[in-house]
């Protein structure tokens, strides 16, 4: 395609034999704890499961110890059992993480305070890593997460569904047949990849869906609601202020129990940095750094889950005895984002091989009408001159343009226009204008065209928002952005030159027809002197003016179609 995309650079750069060596080497360097970030769940009691059901399998005097505590609190016999079982876990809150919470008050401890703090240095980490929220980068990181997945599968896919490749093997009969077999072979390929591969990927997506729902997770608020309590001398925070943060969190937590593999932390890593060029060695030390940052974030979490019983105190949170984090999903639409970036990959393909046929074919039909082997390039506006990132719109149209001046109506179209110009007398003064315009403006061409290049060339208008573009400090990405807009001024004058060359050669024909072979009282009539213009060579002039008319209307012809084949698809 004309622009590399994020997954075709990367998979170029991957593909070379020294990154290869030295992400394999990596694999035995970096050393990347599997520890669960939190503990399997805790087995779960009769009493955890459903209070109610717990409270009717207790014995018969027990339950009336219960009713009996109900009716000196105002309570029935199930609330207050509810009740002892909040004070259980209260208790154990208190005997697992002492001095976090003053259960009496309602109150968190600075010590909570310190806990989170820590947490929240994971997020600070990983917060700069993750993507984008848009379906879009998503999708391709996934593609190019399951190319390290899976890559000689994946290789095939790239491979076997090119359009060249595509019609070399099966030769398709229309360009819709390409197409169809593009996709036929896309499924085929989809179809084989293994089911361990796809729990692989899926089990990947999940990790990093997990931990981007824990970077998302509001810390700044939930600290800013620790106070100073002066009375105590610390940091405190009620539980009304920070539950429903804390629920959140609990969720987010009881889903992030394992950490994100290895493959997937060094895919965010080179996905999350792909604008930047590295050398093996930077691009060695700058992943060994990220990955032993990633080791201590990631550690960080695991002390917290240690330090804190989250899932205890969401329930004290919930003043609800029977509460459980309820735990996100994550990872599920992987195979659809897959399939949609290869869905849009595939079509972008297509269109650019149809793209390619027919603008070859055109410019073959440019060559052979203009008798040239290739296309001249216009100073200034050429891909050549430009990022490969950058499309330079109408290159060709200016360059039919050119060689049309040059080679066609100079040489061709000149001399027996010009006897027409200072001769012909026309019927009507409406078609002398417009002949005279025509006229100048075709045998002025060449001039517009250098006027064009100025206005790009380093000391126009154009050319100097480029240079100022080119020196400004900022992202690679930010310039190139910069850069294409006003790449996109000259885009839109090389447009309106093309398309005011393309009417006055339609113009034209239709004056020369009408002076050959229109009829009296036509929109283009006559000339009245037809007979005798030019002279001795009237016959031979009236035979160039027929050759005119073909040849402009070929010209025409061509150069609307490279307009229409430069236009964006």
Known sequence: METMSVFDKLVEELSRDERRKLLAQLEDIVVLSTEPLRSAPEPEGEEAADSQIAFHMLGSFARFLYRLKGLFTGKTGLEAYEETLLSRVKKEIAHRAPRLADFRHGVFLERMKVELESLKESVDYFFPNLLPPSERVRSEFIAFLARRRAEPLMKRLEEETEPRTVVAESRPATEADVKTEMERRFLEILGQLPEEDRTAIYLDCQALDHLKAFCETDFESLLARFTLDRVRGEYTCSFGEAAKRLLALADVLKSLRLPPSKIALESLFLYGRRTETKDEAELGDFLKGEFDAAEKALARIREFNRAVPIDLLSRIL????????????????????????????????????????????????????????????????????????????????????????????????????????????????????????????????????????????????????????????????????????????????????????????????????????????????????????????????????????????????????????????
């Open 318 to 569: 919930a003043d609800d005895c029977n509460y459980r984090p309820a735990g996100l999903s994550g990872g599920e639409d992987w195979f659809v984002l897959f399939k949609k970036y290869w869905a849009a990959r595939l079509g972008g393909l297509f269109r650019d091989y149809v793209q390619t046929l027919r603008t070859t074919a055109v410019a073959e039909k440019a060559f052979s009408l203009l008798g040239i082997r290739r296309f001249e390039a216009i100073k200034n506006y050429h891909p050549e001159f430009y990022d490969p990132k950058l499309a330079v719109a109408h290159w060709r149209s200016l360059s039919f343009i050119l060689a049309f001046s040059k080679n066609m109506f100079t040489p061709k179209f000149l001399r027996s226009l010009k006897v027409l110009f200072l001769n012909g007398e026309f019927y009507k003064t409406e078609n002398r204008v417009a002949f005279a315009d025509v006229f100048n403006y075709l045998s002025t061409l060449g001039e517009k065209l250098l006027f064009f290049e100025r206005r790009i060339g380093p000391n126009g208008e154009i050319g100097r928002a480029m240079a100022e573009a080119k020196n400004e400090r900022v992202p690679r990405e930010q310039q190139l952005k910069k850069l294409e807009q006003i790449l996109k001024r000259a885009d839109a004058e090389a447009l309106v030159l093309a398309e005011r060359t393309i009417e006055s050669l339609k113009l034209l024909n239709k004056i020369l027809n009408g002076i050959l072979f229109s009829e009296a009282g036509g929109a283009f009539d006559t000339l009245s002197n037809l007979g005798y213009v030019g002279g001795k060579e009237n016959e031979t002039l009236k035979k160039e003016w027929e050759k005119i008319i073909r040849l402009s209307f070929e010209a025409s012809g061509v150069l609307q179609e490279l307009v229409n084949v430069e236009a964006p698809v």
